[in-house]
């Protein structure tokens, strides 16, 4: 996702208003718009603050029945991320599970998996994950 520099204000300025409304308190929309601050803070390669993000979204959406797509979604958009910042075991961890995810949402995955699936072919071989990914 490659936004270009004067979308990322706008965007940023909105989740902040809409995190400071009473709405904000519900964990679906706490999730999803840090989710959508990481995802735009990785198309702008600012990794430290992606990777923040969306290590936020990804442990709300592991707490909340949440639609699956939207959970897949922040999964991959994390392990991009991290694998920019050097950490492919863990990213290698996330896109397993979106992975996962996508593939029991359907058919109309088939174009991320795809992708996934190329993505973690570059990744380096002996950074595969061995861990547990929820550590």
Do not use: C
């Not at 290590?55 to 909340?64: F, Q, S, V």
Request: aromatic content about 8%.
């Amino acid at each position: 996702m490659a936004e270009s520099p004067h979308w990322r204000p706008l965007y940023a300025h909105q989740a902040d208003r809409l995190l400071s409304t009473n709405g904000s308190t519900l964990p679906v929309i706490r999730a999803f718009l840090a989710s959508l601050r990481g995802q735009l803070n990785l198309g702008q390669l600012q990794l430290d603050e992606a990777v923040f993000e969306l290590d936020r979204a990804a442990i709300l959406y592991r707490e909340l029945y949440i639609t699956p797509l939207d959970k897949a979604n922040a999964y991959w958009a994390l392990a991009r991320a991290l694998a920019r910042r050097g950490d492919s075991a863990r990213a290698q961890s996330l896109a397993s599970e979106a992975m996962t995810i996508y593939i029991t949402i359907g058919e109309s995955t088939i174009g991320v998996r795809n992708t996934i699936n190329r993505w973690r072919r570059r990744l380096p071989v002996d950074n595969r994950p061995t861990t547990n990914p929820n550590q």
